[in-house]
């Protein structure tokens, strides 16, 4: 049975390159679980214009067909983008091309971007242009240091939880609200600037990818936090006295395929006040159970493809087993 036994290897081959397929998928997220109407794509078709758009726009925000400049590199203008349908998926991971570009030399340049989760939209405020006060999940990308401390290089990319209680201080760049954070060099970059924002089982995560290697970078990973569905994603920027062209290339919502429990299943999600429960440490939380973060879970076709190159293996298997069994007997036939 030495043929049948390079089968198995064969195929033991094979079933490799698809748990390979399957867990070094870096290249993006899985087209199969993108969620269109909470996504955001080039050429914009009908954004802010038509009556059945899926986006709203604000203030200074341009829409083109490559880019949506939410600010132009010009100083005191506001403006945002607001997906106009609720989310109600409970797990999910927003991929967020972005671009900040200006002529203003170091530090002087202004003043960021804010991705949103949150219950009310279009709020005109002062926090990049939205209202402090908040239901939901703000991510920062903050490209000027408002506190003279010096411990940390901006741009900072931070992340705050809010339930209304609270107000993000811009004069202090959040830093008493902040749940973690990382700095980022994200101006003026000749490459492709992402962020990834992944809520699953109360487990929210910050990734970047800044410097054209295709891979993510964590940045920010706490445990417990409680997010409701039922919000709305929306990105907005502003300058001051200082400026930038904040641009939004894509926003990219993918459903996560996560079990929830029966007794989770049968909660209303909507009425989940959003809070964190700062009891645990973040690196206590390490159930994981997607694995991978910018490979999206192991699909459908993916599965099947696994189960025929296992079945494909054991049919040419038997076949060939079938075979030189017949040989053999042929053979021994002939000699006796
Ligand atoms: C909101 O959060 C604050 C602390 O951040 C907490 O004291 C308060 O009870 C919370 N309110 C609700 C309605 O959950
Ligand atoms: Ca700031």
């Known amino acids: 049975m030495g043929n049948c036994g390079a089968f198995v290897r064969t195929a033991a081959v094979f079933l490799w390159l698809e748990v390979c397929l399957v867990g070094c998928d870096i290249t993006d997220g899985n087209t199969e679980h993108l969620k269109r109407e909470h996504s955001l794509m080039k050429p914009y078709q009908g954004v802010g214009s038509s009556p059945s758009s899926q986006w709203d726009f604000w203030g200074s925000t341009l829409v083109t067909s490559s880019y949506v400049r939410?600010?132009?590199?010009?100083?005191?203008?506001?403006?945002?983008?607001?997906?106009?349908?609720?989310?109600?998926?409970?797990?999910w991971e927003m991929h967020v091309q972005f671009k900040v570009h200006g002529s203003?030399?170091?530090?002087?340049?202004?003043?960021?971007?804010?991705?949103?989760?949150?219950?009310?939209r279009l709020h005109p405020g002062p926090v990049f242009s939205n209202n402090a006060i908040f239901h939901g999940l703000a991510v920062f990308i903050d490209t000027y240091s408002n506190d003279d401390a010096t411990d940390r290089s901006f741009p900072y990319i931070s992340?705050?939880?809010?339930?209304g209680s609270v107000s993000y201080d811009h004069g202090k760049d959040g830093r008493s609200s902040e749940l973690g954070g990382c700095s980022a060099e994200i101006r003026n970059r000749e490459h492709d600037t992402y962020l990834a924002i992944r809520y699953s089982k109360g487990r929210l995560t910050v990734m970047v990818d800044v410097d054209d290697k295709n891979e993510w970078k964590e940045c920010i990973d706490i445990g417990g936090v409680r997010l409701p569905t039922g919000y709305f994603f929306g990105a907005s920027a502003a300058t001051g006295d200082l400026s930038d062209n904040h641009d939004i290339i894509s926003m990219k919502l993918y459903q996560l395929m996560v079990e929830h429990t029966p007794e989770e299943e049968?909660?209303?999600?909507?009425?989940?006040?959003?809070?964190?429960?700062?009891?645990?440490?973040?690196?206590?939380?390490?159930?994981?159970?997607?694995?991978?973060?910018?490979?999206?879970?192991?699909?459908?076709?993916?599965?099947?493809l696994l189960l025929l190159c296992a079945l494909l293996g054991i049919v040419v298997c038997a076949v060939v087993g079938a075979v030189v069994f017949q040989k053999r007997q042929e053979r021994n036939k002939r000699f006796y």
């Open 70 to 91: 939410l600010t132009p590199d010009e100083r005191s203008k506001q403006g945002s983008i607001w997906n106009t349908v609720p989310c109600h998926l409970k797990d």
């Open 159 to 163: 992340a705050m939880v809010n339930n």
């Open 104 to 120: 203003g030399k170091k530090n002087l340049h202004g003043d960021g971007i804010a991705i949103w989760y949150t219950k009310d």
């Open 266 to 304: 049968n909660l209303d999600w909507t009425k989940i006040e959003p809070s964190v429960s700062l009891l645990k440490s973040p690196k206590d939380n390490i159930d994981d159970p997607t694995g991978n973060f910018r490979g999206t879970p192991l699909t459908g076709w993916k599965v099947f």
